[in-house]
């Protein structure tokens, strides 16, 4: 607006001071001031336009920051989930250690100590039967 005003204060400045313009010039005039209104207008337009393209700007980093704060959640979680992952794995390597000792122990200890008392009890069969008997 401020280019229309200047405009038309010199056209007006000149019509004064040479006199009345001519059909051409009048003609030529408008078509001038017709085109800086149609540019302003598109100017208008186009700052509208940059101006809602800022708005969306701002709303998608808005959206960005969020989605990042998220993604660091997650990956915090995610870090966290881990670690607690390889001290259940820890936890499970021990339990397996522990009982594959306690195998061994059975096998090579337990059992052939309950084996031996099987035996004593298999040699006393007889005289516990006798008992039974006797009672």
Do not use: W
Not at 16 to 34: I, N, R, T
Not at 101 to 129: C, G, M, Q, S, V
């Amino acid at each position: 607006m401020d280019k229309l005003a200047g405009f038309r204060f010199l056209s007006l400045n000149y019509t004064g001071y040479k006199g009345a313009l001519s059909m051409e010039q009048e003609q030529f005039q408008k078509l001038v001031l017709d085109k800086l209104d149609n540019h302003d207008q598109q100017f208008n337009v186009i700052t509208q336009k940059l101006d809602q393209h800022d708005q969306q700007f701002e709303s998608i980093m808005k959206r960005l920051e969020k989605s990042d704060k998220f993604q660091d959640m997650a990956l915090e979680y995610m870090a966290k989930m881990t670690q607690e992952i390889v001290e259940v794995k820890g936890e499970v390597a021990g339990i397996k250690d522990g009982q594959r000792k306690l195998a061994i122990l059975i096998e090579n200890d337990i059992k052939p100590k309950i084996d031996a008392i099987f035996e004593k009890l298999a040699i006393h069969d007889d005289e516990i039967a006798h008992l039974k008997k006797v009672k």
